[in-house]
């Protein structure tokens, strides 16, 4: 696609761009949007659908980086990660969270392990939110022959990252099986078992925040998916059903979410299939609307919207 008038260069940024509501990135497809808030701005991370017209499946070889202090004026940084960074990897940059921790910058991704059957999931490091980031291990953190809950060889994907408040960090992810271990304090290696999260219709997409005092874990259900969460009061469960939390996109069969606060504000970003040239469940794009709590910390559906954000909207 071409980039509207509205880019221009500017700074360390590849270009800079005002959204004009939903899908918030216009000028390219975009996908499994992961969010993080740090030293004022949101660093937006997503996957980039590059499939031709036609071909009815995902192609993305990397990831993309944006950044905003508002919401609403975006910087889309250079490219700062592609599957081929992990040497062991065939490709497939799929779903993927960065988060910070004393200064470093842990970006853990799904990708197509290059000898073991499946997919599996890296993680890299950078010194900055905008990278450069390099694989921080040199093999894959997670591989298929360690989940074994399910045969299928893409249940090791989309991960979700969480620092808790004793500094302790978990890692989410999961297709079909929901999956969860604590990091150890390195960020680069699971500390102990992988565990089962007992989930109803879990499809994959969990993303695990906490607020309040509660911890949700919300996630794709079904498919074509809708997202749904669940509430715990303890990071290692039990976690109660709560329901729907976002229907069916209906132009995309994925809708994989990223929740934040941000400046006293709640946001839920998802990906549907908005972008009219061709757009789709294999041609996505990033979308951003307003998320709402409720006084007993439950949440209200969202509603998810044309016109988006602008700064200071998405009240709680
Ligand atoms: O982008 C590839 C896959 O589609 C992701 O891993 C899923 O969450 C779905 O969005």
């Given at each position: 696609m071409n980039m509207t008038a509205s880019h221009v260069k500017s700074g360390n940024a590849d270009t800079s761009f005002v959204s004009k509501g939903n899908p918030v990135i216009a000028h390219k497809y975009t996908a499994d949007p992961a969010a993080l808030v740090y030293g004022g701005k949101v660093y937006l991370y997503t996957g980039h659908d590059v499939a031709p017209p036609g071909k009815e499946f995902y192609e993305m070889?990397?990831?993309?980086?944006?950044?905003?202090?508002?919401?609403?004026?975006?910087?889309?940084?250079?490219?700062?990660?592609?599957?081929?960074?992990?040497?062991?990897?065939?490709?497939?940059?799929?779903?993927?969270?960065?988060?910070?921790?004393?200064?470093?910058?842990?970006?853990?991704?799904?990708v197509e392990h290059g000898s073991i059957r499946g997919?599996?999931?890296?993680?890299?490091?950078?010194?900055?939110?905008?990278?450069?980031?390099?694989?921080?291990?040199?093999?894959?953190?997670?591989?298929?022959?360690?989940?074994?809950?399910?045969?299928?060889?893409?249940?090791?994907?989309d991960p979700s990252v969480i620092i808790d408040d004793d500094g302790r960090a978990y890692l989410f992810w999961g297709n079909t099986k929901c999956?969860?271990?604590?990091?150890?304090?390195?960020?680069?290696?699971?500390?102990?078992?992988?565990?089962?999260?007992?989930?109803?219709?879990?499809?994959?997409?969990?993303?695990?925040?906490?607020?309040?005092?509660w911890y949700y874990l919300s996630y794709a259900s079904g498919f074509p998916e809708k997202i749904v969460y669940a509430m715990s009061k303890n990071i290692n469960g039990p976690w109660r059903y709560k329901g729907i939390l976002n229907e069916i996109a209906g132009n995309s069969n994925t809708n994989h979410q990223s929740i934040i606060d941000f400046k006293g504000k709640s946001y839920f970003i998802y990906h549907n299939g908005a972008i009219n040239t061709n757009g789709g469940s294999f041609r996505r794009s990033v979308c951003i609307d307003a998320l709402k709590y409720n006084k007993d910390g439950t949440l209200q559906r969202v509603v998810m919207t044309s016109e988006g954000v602008s700064a200071g909207s998405g009240k709680n």
């Open positions: 070889h990397e990831w993309l980086c944006f950044s905003t202090s508002d919401m609403v004026h975006w910087e889309e940084h250079p490219v700062p990660l592609k599957a081929k960074d992990f040497a062991w990897a065939k490709g497939d940059a799929w779903a993927s969270q960065v988060i910070e921790k004393g200064g470093k910058f842990y970006w853990y991704a799904a997919k599996a999931i890296g993680v890299a490091v950078g010194d900055s939110p905008t990278g450069p980031f390099k694989d921080a291990r040199g093999s894959a953190l997670v591989t298929n022959d360690m989940t074994t809950a399910t045969s299928i060889g893409w249940d090791d994907i999956y969860y271990a604590r990091l150890k304090d390195n960020m680069t290696e699971l500390d102990g078992s992988i565990q089962v999260v007992d989930l109803p219709a879990f499809t994959e997409a969990p993303w695990i925040h906490r607020k309040n005092g």
